[in-house]
């Protein structure tokens, strides 16, 4: 059995508005307490691990470390999140107590008035504590994901510099940055002004990397050293100084990573590929056939990752697991031609 793991939407809600995220601000209904109860005990059941919560904003559900103390009591190994960093500052105790392993936050910009513009609220101050309680309270590892536009790039080295920094206060690497590439995966990019601004905001990895050989000498290590498991991810150090990590799908053209991932939706959907057209519905089940529905998946996902093995990381209704299904869908060759369109000469991946 490989060592799979529970990414686990809990609510579509979030209290940001992100200028590239849900345009349609997604109010769906959660799944009941009982249900997700049953599917975290489901999973174990069949020797799954480990649980990624994730949202929307995990934080913006108030019963959220319920849940996770419930998993502590079963016996999960790991707990890891994932955060708009918000609720943090007064969510740490309850966190640590619930069994929180790891963290990670989404952080843009270090701009107060930039930060605003792309949530919608001004909140960075909030987020920056959030970072220091975890840090002063907590032994979790964390990752800032920073998404990387045009009007952000050249804030790199201040991300680097603040984990620089804050390592240095605690004496060992407790933050990571990871840089991510600013592609096509939220409902956003289905409407015309949303596929403008990305048009216009689009960066490469070679972008990227660019920006970090400024700073010194990279050389790229295994992701396996690394805490967690995001099989699409690359992870380099820097003057073996700090470890960074980008993630360019766009650029890559979405491999299939082979992931081991149970994906739970809001919604009370469940698959074991992004790019799996039929889900299966397994909230209003028996505890019993739920342990059925996931057994039957990780099985079906161990026939994908070998019979498929140039599976392509995407999802035409962009956004469906997080938010729920929106009235279009998106070929992943209309955005390339779309930069090619917009960009002209400077077009590259």
């Avoid at 200028?19 to 599917?39: A, L, T």
């Amino acid at each position: 059995m490989e060592d799979w793991h529970l990414r686990f939407g809990i609510t579509s809600n979030c209290n940001f508005r992100c200028s590239y995220c849900n345009s349609h601000n997604s109010v769906s209904k959660d799944m009941s307490d009982k249900d997700i109860k049953e599917i975290i005990e489901a999973a174990k059941n069949n020797s799954v691990k480990r649980i990624h919560w994730t949202g929307g904003e995990p934080l913006f559900k108030n019963s959220i470390c319920e849940f996770m103390k419930y998993a502590k009591e079963l016996g999960y190994e790991e707990q890891s999140m994932t955060t708009n960093g918000f609720f943090l500052e007064r969510k740490v105790e309850e966190l640590k107590d619930s069994g929180i392993s790891r963290i990670n936050i989404s952080l843009d910009t270090m701009n107060k008035e930039k930060f605003k513009n792309i949530v919608g609220i001004d909140a960075l101050d909030k987020v920056l504590k959030g970072i220091d309680k975890m840090l002063e309270k907590t032994d979790c590892l964390i990752k800032i994901n920073m998404v990387v536009m045009k009007d952000n790039i050249n804030e790199i080295k201040d991300f680097i510099n603040f984990a620089i920094e804050k390592n240095k206060i605690y004496g060992k690497e407790r933050i990571i940055v990871r840089f991510l590439q600013f592609f096509p995966c939220n409902p956003n990019q289905l409407e015309e002004d949303g596929q403008n601004f990305w048009v216009n905001e689009y960066i490469t990895e070679v972008n990227i990397l660019n920006e970090l050989k400024k700073l010194g000498t990279i050389k790229e290590i295994s992701r396996k050293q690394i805490s967690g498991d995001n099989p699409s991810m690359r992870y380099y150090r820097i003057n073996d100084t700090i470890t960074v990590g980008i993630l360019a799908m766009f650029s890559w053209k979405y491999p299939c990573g082979s992931c081991h991932k149970l994906r739970i939706s809001p919604q009370g959907n469940i698959s074991v590929c992004l790019n799996d057209k039929n889900v299966v519905k397994i909230d209003n089940t028996s505890l019993e056939e739920k342990n059925k529905i996931i057994k039957n998946l990780l099985q079906k996902r161990e026939n994908i990752i070998e019979k498929n093995i140039e599976r392509k990381h995407f999802r035409s209704n962009l956004g469906e697991f997080r938010f729920g299904k929106t009235s279009k869908e998106a070929n992943i060759e209309d955005f390339y031609e779309m930069l090619r369109k917009g960009r002209g000469k400077e077009c590259s991946v």
